[in-house]
Nanobody
Framework: QVQLVESGGGLVQAGGSLRLSCAASGRTFSDYHMGWFRQAPGKEREFVAGISWRGGYTYYADSVKGRFTISRDNAKNTVYLQMNTLKPEDTAVYYC???????????????????WGPGTQVTVSS
């Protein structure tokens, strides 16, 4: 079992920054890949960024590449998403998720992830 809790969301003006955190508990944190997803009203949940279990590999959606940075601190059981140059289209509920399958690289499909946090709202005003 893995429990995940996101924090750091809020309201920010376009061009601003936010840093999301996701604290994990339960199973050993370095046993799984981590991903950030988001879901805007009326839209499907989409992949934002992912990081491998040791942090050596990261992947980003094209829409956030160059603006967002994912990182993890296995000693603190926490994964982060630094979001810079935010745009109104980044407005969504952001979720962190854990993928326990290490047989492949970081995956990007929500159904492939095993555990999810409750989400944190990010709102970017224009």
């Amino acid at each position: 079992q893995v429990q995940l809790v996101e924090s750091g969301g809020g309201l920010v003006q376009a061009g601003g920054s936010l840093r999301l955190s996701c604290a994990a508990s339960g199973r050993t944190f370095s046993d799984y890949h981590m991903g950030w997803f988001r879901q805007a009203p009326g839209k499907e949940r989409e992949f934002v960024a992912g990081i491998s279990w040791r942090g050596g590999y990261t992947y980003y959606a094209d829409s956030v590449k160059g603006r967002f940075t994912i990182s993890r601190d296995n000693a603190k059981n926490t994964v982060y998403l630094q979001m810079n140059t935010l745009k109104p289209e980044d407005t969504a509920v952001y979720y962190c998720a854990a993928d326990l399958f290490l047989g492949t690289g970081v995956r990007r499909t929500p159904s492939q992830y095993d555990y999810w946090g409750p989400g944190t709202q990010v709102t970017v005003s224009s």
